[in-house]
Structures are given as C-alpha cells and as structure tokens.
C-alpha cells in the first residue's frame, strides 16, 4: 500500500504541470483567436481552436445582426457651415446669441 501512495503523490506534481500548461496553450489559443475575430476572449467559449473560432463567429455574427439598418450617423458630423464669432454675433435673437456664445467659448478666449 505505500508504494502505491507514494506513486500517487509522486503523479501529483505531473497532472498538475500538465493541466498548468493545458490551461497555458488554452490562454494561447483564446488570445489567438480573439485577435483574429475581434471577439473579446471572455466571449468566446471551446476547448480547442477550432471550436473557439465557430465561437468567436457565432457572436460576431449575433452582434452584427444586432446593428441597426440605419446610419448611426445623424448627419450633423461633415461638411456643416462653421461655427465663427461673426456668424454668433449676426444672430438676431438675444437669448439664442448668449446660448451660442456660451457653447462656444472657445472663441472669446
């Protein structure tokens, strides 16, 4: 019997190198695989590459289908006539003249 536990204790440290570098190549494979897909690694779920990439597809594809069918874009980020003191100071309203001083000034300074 003590041969016995003492094989066993002995094995102890191996399984534990083992798993220690199974866990090492999985990290390996997972950051891989992230870098690949532009899935976060805390996304995707498997045991080896491959299923980790069939992992990493089905939540980009989910997250693409999840976009919505329109342009997030309102419009008002190109080619908008510029902000100048000029163009302020030719407002005609007094209250609308002080709130567009007041968002821009960075031009009184």
Not at 20 to 46: F, N
Not at 51 to 65: L, Q
């Amino acid at each position: 019997v003590r041969g016995r536990a003492r094989a066993r204790t002995h094995a102890r440290p191996r399984v534990a190198g083992h798993r220690r570098a199974g866990r090492a190549h999985r990290e390996r494979t997972l950051a891989r695989v992230s870098q690949a897909t532009g899935v976060p690694a805390a996304l995707i779920h498997g045991d080896d590459e491959e299923s980790m990439t069939a992992s990493a597809k089905a939540v980009g594809d989910f997250a693409e289908s999840r976009q919505p069918g329109y342009p997030l874009d309102k419009g008002g980020s190109g080619g908008g006539k510029k902000v100048n003191r000029e163009s302020i100071e030719s407002i005609k309203d007094p209250a609308k003249r002080i709130m567009a001083r007041a968002a821009h000034m960075d031009l009184y300074k």
